[in-house]
């Protein structure tokens, strides 16, 4: 069975040297795991307002007929036409992609953005978190290093 993981308090004055060079190697490969996905989050959401930029300036019937480049990948362009102004593609993640109509666009990407703002709300308190505890233990060797050296 799945058990949910809770912290562990570790008294750092009990700890050696190496013990406490290893819970701080320990720290910052989460904290950059951690910052690497806040920074991926963020550039997600990013994205998601990017589409919708798109959708509220780009999509009207004054532009039906009028050449446009459609994105097939971040580097891949072909030229296309507006043939609809009330409907639109959207990609829902994984390669799958369906039809909405503007409003529901709209409707989706900002749920999207924010989902994700809920989640790099969670992150960032994480993040601060293992920060702290970080510094905590990069006092407690500087302490070491003080009482013994």
Known sequence: MASKEKGQT???AALSVQQLSQVKKQLDEE???LTNSFNKLRAA???FRECLQSIKGGV???VIGKPILVPLTTSLYVPGTIADSENVIVDVGTGYYIEKST????KFYNSK???LGANLKD???IVQGKSNNL???EDGQLGFFHEYF
Do not use: F
Not at 103 to 106: F, I, S
């Open 60 to 62: 009207s019937a004054s």
């Open 103 to 106: 409003t529901d666009a709209l």
């Open 10 to 12: 570790v008294d750092l």
């Open 123 to 125: 992150l960032e308190s």
């Open 31 to 33: 904290l950059e795991h």
């Open 113 to 115: 953005i924010d989902e």
């Open 135 to 137: 510094r905590i233990v």
């Open 45 to 47: 959401q990013n994205k």
